[in-house]
């Protein structure tokens, strides 16, 4: 445990002054925009931890991010770059709608873990496919998965408007109540804020992740091809089928993320006319979490802070979302661009050297 | 000018990284024409130096003079203005340019908006003629030789008006000829004016070129001596700081009964053409085959066909009597054959990974280090504990990740890891490739003594003097297929290099 | 490493302490939230407005329904935009549980969030747009635009000469299928000749799948379009206009507002409003006169919820307005039924 927070803490400072450094960038936008960026700032921590509903709803927002993050990271470590994430997800979604809706007679305690399983399955085996063509016929995977998110969204929409549609409406009828996995008990304690078993999942997924690269004999070697595909196949192991696994993994993370989604917050699905958007987002908390699990923990918190926050600040402050968007993207730029940050600190530590400063 | 001023003088360059002081108050004079070899081993400061320079780094303390005048060199672009121009060890070439572009690159000639790349051709022409370096200007990066890439590196600095030349291990990626043509090149070099520094820790070529030593141990100058005064023991012994025995000591071969037997090996490369084309190889226990040649005469695809790694076409290679062309690496590794790779950072170790990750690279899957699918943390480090101590791998811990270990390091871990599996045969490809004198010397004597316990070892080697040396038989590879077989103490470098240039088996040349 | 952190500690120190002076300043500075809202001073009321995915500036039934809130007076007007579904519920639930008196959900979209929000808060007032909310604190309107329709309709089977009319519709659901049947019932009733051509884009917000519809309709030989497809629907106009520039008569009749106004009169022969904006400036004004009750209304002709636009003399003839009103009148009274699903 203590390594992979070492690894994760060297590049915290630099993550931390990043997020600082996205924030002053909004700040700036913002006053050129002709709005508070410190009346907006407080509004976004206000939404955020003002009160327990809306403390709830950052945790529904920051969930599935979470499990999309992981999924892109996973597939990252191995050295592949699943842009599917999306696709996998809208798999995953559908794959739990249809279990919720048309597996009956089954108790709760059965049937949501189903319908979690089929969700998760569904989004691994969407990416397996990714992984198998890069194995078998070295077809770029960021190619195919780009394809494959554009074929998932109309799959899903098809299989809602001629299995699941609910008359009149342009979505899917209910799940189940067997398959929600909605907590009712602290979803009323906190003012009815869409809180579920999901988040926990996320958690677990994410300590799973941590365990099984490495600790197991099959995280080493994903990780060895990752790294260095040559070395591994030298050393004996078989490159195609790890990244296929790898791929079927990553697609598993990102498909969970859609199932609770559906099992935990709309609880039916709507047909829809783009892709949500969440597997994209995981792509950007996988690079600030550095691909390292809890990293990713931390990146999601971010991330869907500033998402769930962003209402917050249109509605006290009345930047609209698109200004918004534009702190969240400077953020991650930092992070994703280090060099800069680095390039930005090196003053500090210069000057420090002189004593100078402090 | 006088000739007591030199070109270039260092006063006490001191450079400190974290943990280490990589130049401790260095001091050094260059002078005009002369040919300055620095000598160190791997890590003691060489390439520390000489990028200070050629101003990629800062010196901490102590100052540099360019003609008697005291210049700070921040970047490399000031110490190309400054008359300095470095040839590196790894080429800076882009492959799909010709060698006029890639010379221009950076400060390309203007005629309007267009380049102007006829007058820079025919300056590149000019320069090629003056210095005998025999460069096409039209011709296309990725169709010349490595030897030919290497002479347009030198283009590059003089056509940037360079009079101050530094060759960082220049003969490293060379074959014997073309070796032997830099060597007049450079003679040709200083004749003209130019002043070389040569960065090398090959003491033969420092004997034949070199006006000038000066060796480099651990960041401090240990010695400067005029070439003509010294001898190679004398360097070595200044270098490593202790003697070094230049002959291989070894007790004659028993060689048993044969452990590989390949036979009509046909072998396409990756553009699908045959190279290797019905070799016929043996190899005992108790030997060390040594496989010489030039490089691109089939060694890569060869190695790679034996571990798995290449598609045989057609042909047969049998491990201890057992068919084992086209198995899976695994499959060949578990039947008894260690390979340490030529590209130690391609094929050898995963650099991103923990000494002790890297130790177990082809075993993590047995007992004790996988317990029900978990990797039992305690029996790798443990391992690794071993190896490192065994084979003195010189590393702050095991869990130092392999990319901050020295090549001499890294090459030591491998060996050690390669031998702790119980081989029966051991392919050692270019195992001695970029060591200094101290660690092929521990190399070399590890393949002996594996051969010694009886195990078979296949050694390729692009190193004439290694396959000498070390070989109790050696096998000339030309095209695919073994043109001649030798044995060492019966051949020399004239023989052996007229059969790897494809002149036919031994007969052909007697030796008197 | 650790020098480093504690500089980040310091940077940080100094972001929470600004932070804390933003919030001492908060009463001078709360206004400005509140600028782009009605001007009265001595607001009690507080309506909130919750847009669909599309957005406040959709050129259509969000920005209509924005635009009813604006001209409200004697109330606090304040809107959220949606950026994905899970944004519905958690938007409006800002307005109820921040105590505003009216809460909008505008789109069929919101139909879901607004059921379930109005039950967990039964002393909230919510109101929707487009759908159908079964909740006695909920106000649903929606609008039979199939009878609209119906009057463009006559208008385009009139005035065809290829005897060839287009319709795009942004996703075949029932609101829109309303749309291209009473068009249908239209245009069959003054040219049973005419021949409709249909296409669905299956999105309300890609204006390129739009331009194509529209281009493979104008190559068919039709030379009149109705559009009902939000955003999609500016490719309809542009396809046009850019044949219009190059010589061809084309037409686009326009949807929701009077789109003449922003696309020009050499396209748009007319448009079929839905006023949006009245519905929700009534309902508002309900709620400030105390006078709101739950419940749904369907608005018509009759009710002036739908109709033709007021620009439409300009391209369309006498005769044919002189037709379209005959019409209104039939439907009004009931003598001709507009069917809400297309007949096949």
Redesign the interface.
């Known amino acids: 445990m203590n390594k992979i927070f070492k690894i994760f803490s060297g590049s915290a400072t630099v993550s931390i002054i990043a997020i600082i450094l996205g924030l002053i960038v909004g700040a700036i936008v913002m006053l050129v925009g002709g709005y508070n960026p410190l009346l907006a700032y407080q509004s976004l921590f206000t939404q955020v931890f003002g009160n327990t509903y809306d403390f709830g709803e950052t945790l529904r927002e920051i969930t599935p991010l979470v499990l999309t993050g992981l999924a892109f990271a996973f597939a990252a470590r191995t050295g592949l770059f699943n842009i599917g994430g999306e696709g996998q997800f809208i798999v995953g979604m559908t794959a739990a709608t249809v279990v919720g809706i048309k597996v009956t007679g089954l108790p709760a305690i059965i049937h949501a873990p189903l319908a979690i399983i089929a969700g998760g399955l569904c989004g691994g085996l969407w990416a397996a496919i990714v992984g198998y063509l890069k194995a078998k016929r070295g077809v770029n995977e960021v190619i195919t998965s780009i394809m494959l998110n554009w074929i998932a969204l109309y799959l899903a929409n098809y299989i809602v408007r001629h299995f699941l549609l609910m008359q009149g409406k342009q979505r899917s009828e209910d799940i189940l109540p067997t398959a929600s996995i909605t907590i009712q008990s602290l979803s009323d304690l906190m003012n009815s804020a869409r809180i579920h078993w999901g988040m926990l999942l996320a958690v677990l997924v994410a300590v799973f992740f941590y365990y099984f690269m490495w600790k197991t004999k099959q995280g080493y070697e994903l990780r060895a091809v990752g790294s260095n595909p040559n070395a591994a196949q030298y050393a004996g192991m078989n490159v195609g089928r790890n990244i296929v696994k790898a791929m079927f993994i990553s697609g598993v993370f990102a498909g969970l993320a859609g199932a609770v989604q559906i099992l935990g917050v709309f609880h039916n699905q709507t047909v829809m006319s783009g892709s949500p958007g969440t597997g994209f987002d995981g792509i950007a908390v996988g690079l600030i979490g550095m691909n390292n699990p809890f990293g990713i923990l931390l990146g999601a918190i971010l991330f869907g802070t500033l998402t769930y926050g962003s209402a917050g600040m249109s509605f006290g402050a009345g930047v609209p979302p698109e200004l918004i968007r534009i702190v969240i993207g400077s953020i991650i730029f930092f992070i994703a661009a280090q060099g800069i940050v680095r390039w930005f600190i090196k003053p500090f530590y210069s000057k420090r050297k002189k004593e100078k400063v402090l | 000018m006088n000739e007591a001023t030199p070109v270039v003088e260092l006063k006490g360059i001191t450079k400190r990284f974290p943990g280490v002081v990589a130049n401790d108050s260095i001091s050094l004079k260059l002078y005009k024409g002369e040919i300055h070899a620095l000598l160190g081993e791997n890590g003691a400061g060489k390439s520390t130096l000489m990028n200070i320079v050629f101003g990629l780094y800062q010196p901490d303390e102590g100052s540099i003079e360019i003609n008697g005048t005291p210049v700070t060199i921040d970047n490399p672009n000031k110490a190309i203005d400054l008359g300095i121009g470095m040839v590196h060890q790894h080429f800076k070439l882009v492959d799909p340019f010709t060698v006029t572009e890639n010379i221009i690159l950076g400060m390309e000639p203007k005629k309007g908006l267009n380049l102007d790349h006829k007058t820079a051709a025919a300056r590149i022409s000019e320069l090629s003629e003056q210095y005998g370096l025999r460069v096409d200007p039209y011709a296309k990066i990725h169709d010349i030789s490595v030897g030919m890439q290497q002479r347009v590196e030198i283009l590059k600095t003089l056509y940037r008006g360079a009079d101050i030349l530094i060759f960082d291990e220049p003969t490293a990626v060379l074959t014997p000829q073309e070796i032997t043509e830099l060597m007049e090149i450079m003679r040709r070099l200083v004749a003209e004016g130019k002043s070389i520094i040569l960065i090398t820790h090959k003491l033969k070529e420092i004997m034949h070129i070199s006006d000038t030593v000066t060796i480099i141990r651990r960041g401090k100058v240990i010695d400067t001596v005029k070439t003509s005064e010294a001898s190679p023991s004398i360097l070595a012994e200044k270098m490593v700081g202790r003697n070094v025995s230049f002959t291989v000591d070894k007790r004659p071969a028993t060689p048993g009964k044969p452990v590989l037997e390949i036979r009509d090996l046909f072998v396409k490369n990756k553009e699908g053409a045959l190279v290797l084309n019905g070799l016929n190889l043996d190899v005992k226990a108790g030997e060390i085959l040594g496989l010489a040649g030039v490089d691109g005469n089939g060694q890569s695809e060869l190695i790679e066909a034996l571990t798995g790694l290449r598609k045989v076409d057609r042909g047969s290679i049998r491990l201890n009597g057992k068919e084992v062309a086209n198995l899976s690496p695994r499959q060949i590794i578990e039947g008894g054959l260690s390979h340490i790779p030529e590209d130690r950072h391609k094929h050898g170790l995963v650099l991103d990974f923990s000494m002790s990750e890297n130790m177990v690279l082809e075993t993590y899957y047995k007992a004790p280090y996988n317990k029900n699918g978990f990797l039992n943390y305690d029996a790798i480090k443990k391992q690794a504990e071993k190896l490192i101590e065994n084979f003195d791998v010189r590393t702050p811990s095991v869990e130092t990740k392999a990319r901050s270990l020295s090549g001499g390091n890294q090459q030591k871990a491998i060996i050690a890891r390669e031998i702790d599996k119980n081989p029966d045969i051991l392919i050692a490809a270019q195992p001695t490739r970029g060591l200094d004198v101290g660690a092929i010397e521990f190399v070399q004597s590890q393949l002996i003594a594996q051969r010694d316990q009886g195990k078979a070892v296949l050694l390729i080697s692009f190193e004439l003097d290694e396959i000498i040396n070390v070989s109790d038989r050696i096998a000339v590879l030309y095209e695919g297929q073994i043109v001649g077989e030798v044995l060492p103490e019966q051949t020399n470098d004239q023989e052996l290099g007229l059969m790897m240039a494809g002149s036919t088996a031994p007969g052909g040349v007697k030796h008197e | 490493?650790k020098?480093?952190?504690?500089?980040?500690i310091?940077?940080?120190l100094a972001?929470t302490v600004?932070?804390a002076?933003?919030?001492s300043?908060?009463d001078n500075?709360?206004s400005?939230?509140?600028?782009?809202t009605a001007s009265s001073d001595a607001a009690k009321v507080k309506v909130g407005m919750v847009t669909d995915v599309g957005?406040v500036n959709d050129k259509s039934f969000n920005q209509s329904a924005w635009e009813g809130l604006q001209a409200l007076s004697g109330a606090k007007a304040?809107y959220?935009?949606s950026?994905?579904?899970?944004?519905y519920?958690?938007?409006l639930?800002?307005f109820v549980?921040g105590g505003y008196d009216l809460t909008w959900g505008i789109g069929?979209?919101l139909?879901?969030a607004i059921g379930k929000i109005a039950g967990?808060n039964p002393n909230a007032k919510l109101a929707i747009i487009d759908a159908t909310v079964d909740q006695p604190n909920v106000k649903s309107v929606t609008f039979s635009e199939n009878e609209g329709s119906f009057l463009v309709g006559v208008v385009a089977g009139m005035m065809t000469k290829s005897n060839k009319i287009g319709f795009v519709g942004g996703?075949q659901?029932?609101v829109i299928e309303r749309f291209e049947a009473g068009f249908k019932a239209g245009i069959a009733a003054v040219n049973p000749n005419a021949e409709l051509l249909v296409n669905y884009t299956?999105?309300?917000?890609?204006p390129d799948l739009g331009k194509t519809a529209a281009s493979t309709f104008y190559n068919d030989g039709a030379d009149i379009v109705f559009q009902a497809a939000g955003a999609t629907g500016t490719g309809v106009f542009n396809e046009a206009t850019a044949r219009v520039r190059s010589g061809q008569k084309v037409w686009v009749i326009g949807v929701d507002k009077d789109q003449s106004l922003e696309f020009g009169d050499e396209v748009t022969l007319t448009s079929m409003i839905k006023r949006v904006d009245e519905a929700v400036k009534r309902v508002s004004q309900e709620v400030i006169d105390g006078s709101f009750k739950g419940g749904s209304e369907v608005l018509g002709l009759k009710e002036n919820g739908v109709g033709i636009a007021e620009t439409s003399s300009k391209n369309v003839p006498a005769d044919v307005l002189a037709k379209v009103d005959e019409y209104k009148q039939k439907i009004i009274s009931g003598e001709v039924t507009v069917p809400t699903t297309p007949t096949k």
């Open positions: 490493m020098k480093s952190f504690k500089l980040t310091v940077m940080l972001l600004v932070l002076g933003c919030g300043k908060k500075t709360g400005s939230a509140s600028a782009d957005g304040e959220l935009q950026t994905k579904p899970d944004d519920e958690t938007n639930n800002k549980k069929m979209d139909g879901d967990q996703a659901i029932p299956g999105a309300f917000d890609k």
